[in-house]
């Protein structure tokens, strides 16, 4: 198993930060998505991502104890994992630490009029197509697509969660409709305790079967995956802190 993440600080600076916030969700078009590089994360090295003994988890697993690497394979390989009808990547994943713009991200988590504040360690995943402001160039965006997308954030959080064993909560961004030429305003938000049954189990028990793919996915699929994710979906809308923090507030959409 990949060690702890260890906890980063954000850097110095003054404001406005609105200017490096953008830079995560500014046009990545022709960006290759081989070529997108991760925010370091520091691991503390050691052990083994799987035990040879232990029951198999999935037949994949991470094959370093380096944190940034682990999240780096882990956004590869579920990455992979996720086609078009074209076969052609539905969107390339961009791991690293719980930040924006290389500023620390505080989660708020808005339910019912309350804010909770949420300052544990964690990972960010950015999916990302190759249209404007990340949207998916390829094909009509459908519910369909939507869901498929749901079971992609769900499938890189249980991996996160299984070999990093410090991590506490993942964000997954979303990418935008392309049609409301708007930028990514919807992400899944994962924390252990809510997935830990999932852990305990093959992760075939919870996902079975290949990735289905977008349009193609049955209604009985996408009632499967929704009953997963319905309570993980949430609008978002990054604030500036006055600490050198970025403020995640998540709200239901």
Known sequence: MAEDLATTSGEDAPPPYQSRFQLL?????GVAMAAVVATVIVMAGG????DPGAVSWAPWHPTTSDGLEAVNQIADHVGQRYTL???NQLVGV???PLELARLPVTIALQDQGNVKILDEKGVLFNLCGLGHNCSIKEGKPTVARSIVLRRE???LALYTFRYIKNVEQVVVILPPDPRKNQKPSFAMFFRRGEVGASLNRPLAATLPGT????PDVSKAQQKFIESLTNNNLFAFTPQEGGDAHI?????RG
């Open 25 to 29: 969700f500014g046009v990545l078009l």
């Open 47 to 50: 052990k083994k991502a799987e």
């Open 85 to 87: 009808p074209s076969g």
């Open 94 to 96: 961009r791991g690293g």
């Open 153 to 155: 954030a769900l499938e």
């Open 211 to 214: 990735p289905p793919i977008p």
């Open 247 to 251: 403020y995640l507030v998540l709200s």
